[in-house]
């Protein structure tokens, strides 16, 4: 199953940027959001991504 969602940006952006989409986008999976999301959407809340190394 794929779920054709995506956040990016640029390399170019400038550092604030990246920094502030690395934070929202650990904040909506450390809080369950986006488990929740998936629950709503009738998937398996366990396919968030883990966190990027």
């Known amino acids: ?7 990016g ?3 170019e952006r400038r550092p604030r ?3 502030f989409l ?6 909506l999976v450390t ?3 986006v488990a929740e999301a998936l ?3 009738g998937q398996d ?3 968030t991504a883990p966190e990027a190394v």
């Open 39 to 41: 629950r709503r959407a």
């Open 22 to 27: 690395d934070a929202l986008v650990t904040e």
């Open 17 to 19: 940027t990246t920094q």
């Open 31 to 33: 809080f369950g959001f």
């Open 1 to 7: 199953m794929t779920i054709r969602q995506a956040m």
């Open 45 to 47: 809340p366990t396919l």
């Open 9 to 11: 940006t640029t390399k």
